[in-house]
């Protein structure tokens, strides 16, 4: 086999060497590659799986890093802005690892930034604050401390500061019911929390043998209860514990998956629904956490699912069902990102 067909059929992969990172400390992402079929089904299982299963090994510092120090994988905004990378002078590369923050410093800072390198499936880095604070807040403490000296504003304003950068590749979710298959992409920029939770819980298996438990036409779908299958129970279901709201500026238009709640804020668990009519009305009161870019026909089906009248939504008849969720690698086009022009 030629080195043109390898190069053809070269499976790339980013592995993150620590999903978790301190600020402060390096970023390490592995660059890896392999030409084996056996390296291509250990990613179907997941990064770091792959990485246990073994088949791939560190590309030549050339595949990586340009002749003029300048790096040949690229970071962009959430919001799909290419960032420019920085160029770096004797850079070294053990095993095939990078420290981002060299080429990119800017990920040390609060937000949601997409790695994509080749045909990997690209990574999302999330540069987090605790999820207690607020914008909100950290705009009444700068007025609050405006008359304070500067060194005590500093020090009162560092505890918004990020506390963690997470590395995890980039997913969407496939959700497979009775009517068809609805695909979602996340809101990792606005709802790191409730996405993570979302997708434990999918991994687990959590969400497989539910349904659909409530369904009021022109306004949206619910499912996610762990008890909708319970007599009596439907509504009532969860994880067993809640998550800390997020509440965004993403608004609830058709296609919106956003997290059902009881009266309290922080009450979300497991129960989410899709939105089927735009809802001004929830705007900032539900954590929104994804939206539909597939399969929005098999929502409108799951909507007219008929219930009884005056029963609040609740199917009192057949329920339609989740068959399972499962976490899919995202390309970077999922998230409308497209690649960024280079100079030959």
């Given at each position: 086999?030629?080195?043109?067909?390898?190069?053809?059929?070269?499976?790339?992969?980013?592995?993150?060497?620590?999903?978790y990172v301190q600020p402060q400390r390096p970023v390490l992402v592995?660059?890896?590659?392999?030409?084996?079929?056996?390296?291509?089904?250990?990613?179907?299982?997941?990064?770091?799986?792959?990485?246990?299963?073994?088949?791939?090994?560190?590309?030549?510092?050339?595949?990586?890093?340009?002749?003029?120090?300048?790096?040949?994988?690229?970071?962009?905004?959430?919001?799909?802005?290419?960032?420019?990378?920085?160029?770096?002078?004797?850079?070294?590369?053990?095993?095939?690892?990078?420290?981002?923050?060299?080429?990119?410093?800017?990920?040390?800072?609060?937000?949601?930034?997409?790695l994509t390198w080749k045909n990997a499936t690209p990574l999302v880095?999330?540069?987090?604050?605790?999820?207690?604070?607020?914008?909100?807040?950290?705009?009444?403490?700068?007025?609050?401390?405006?008359?304070?000296?500067?060194?005590?504003?500093?020090?009162?304003?560092?505890?918004?500061?990020?506390?963690?950068?997470?590395?995890?590749?980039?997913?969407?979710?496939?959700?497979?019911?009775?009517?068809?298959?609805?695909?979602?992409?996340?809101?990792?920029?606005?709802?790191?929390?409730?996405?993570?939770?979302?997708?434990?819980?999918?991994?687990?298996?959590?969400?497989?043998?539910?349904?659909?438990?409530?369904?009021?036409?022109?306004?949206m779908i619910q499912g996610g209860d762990s008890v909708s299958n319970?007599?009596?129970?439907?509504?009532?279901?969860?994880?067993?514990?809640?998550?800390?709201?997020?509440?965004?500026?993403?608004?609830?238009?058709?296609?919106?998956?956003?997290?059902?709640?009881?009266?309290?804020?922080?009450?979300?668990?497991?129960?989410?629904?899709?939105?089927?009519?735009?809802?001004?009305?929830?705007?900032?009161?539900?954590?929104?956490?994804?939206?539909?870019?597939?399969?929005?026909?098999?929502?409108?089906?799951?909507?007219?699912?008929?219930?009884?009248?005056?029963?609040?939504?609740?199917?009192?008849?057949?329920?339609?069902?989740?068959?399972?969720?499962?976490?899919?690698?995202?390309?970077?086009?999922?998230?409308?990102?497209?690649?960024?022009?280079?100079?030959?």
């Amino acid at each position: 086999m030629t080195a043109a067909r390898l190069a053809i059929h070269a499976i790339f992969a980013l592995l993150p060497v620590r999903g978790y990172v301190q600020p402060q400390r390096p970023v390490l992402v592995r660059f890896a590659t392999a030409q084996t079929a056996r390296a291509r089904r250990a990613l179907s299982v997941g990064l770091r799986a792959a990485e246990r299963l073994g088949g791939f090994t560190a590309p030549a510092t050339g595949d990586i890093i340009t002749d003029h120090n300048r790096p040949l994988f690229d970071l962009y905004t959430f919001g799909g802005k290419a960032i420019a990378a920085k160029p770096v002078k004797h850079a070294h590369f053990v095993h095939g690892q990078v420290n981002l923050v060299r080429f990119f410093p800017q990920i040390e800072n609060t937000g949601t930034y997409i790695l994509t390198w080749k045909n990997a499936t690209p990574l999302v880095i999330e540069t987090l604050n605790n999820p207690g604070q607020s914008g909100a807040m950290l705009q009444q403490l700068k007025s609050e401390v405006a008359g304070m000296p500067k060194a005590q504003q500093a020090a009162m304003l560092a505890q918004f500061k990020p506390v963690a950068i997470h590395l995890q590749a980039l997913q969407y979710a496939r959700i497979k019911t009775g009517l068809g298959t609805i695909d979602a992409r996340f809101y990792y920029n606005v709802a790191p929390h409730t996405v993570e939770n979302f997708i434990y819980l999918a991994h687990q298996r959590f969400y497989d043998g539910s349904n659909f438990h409530r369904i009021i036409k022109n306004f949206m779908i619910q499912g996610g209860d762990s008890v909708s299958n319970i007599r009596g129970r439907a509504g009532t279901g969860g994880p067993g514990y809640a998550v800390v709201q997020e509440f965004n500026d993403k608004p609830h238009v058709p296609g919106v998956l956003s997290m059902a709640r009881s009266q309290p804020k922080d009450s979300a668990g497991s129960q989410f629904f899709i939105v089927t009519k735009a809802s001004p009305s929830l705007n900032g009161q539900y954590t929104a956490f994804g939206r539909v870019f597939k399969g929005m026909s098999v929502v409108y089906k799951i909507a007219n699912t008929p219930v009884a009248p005056d029963s609040n939504g609740t199917v009192t008849g057949k329920k339609p069902p989740i068959i399972s969720i499962r976490i899919r690698p995202a390309t970077a086009a999922i998230y409308g990102i497209k690649p960024a022009g280079r100079k030959k």
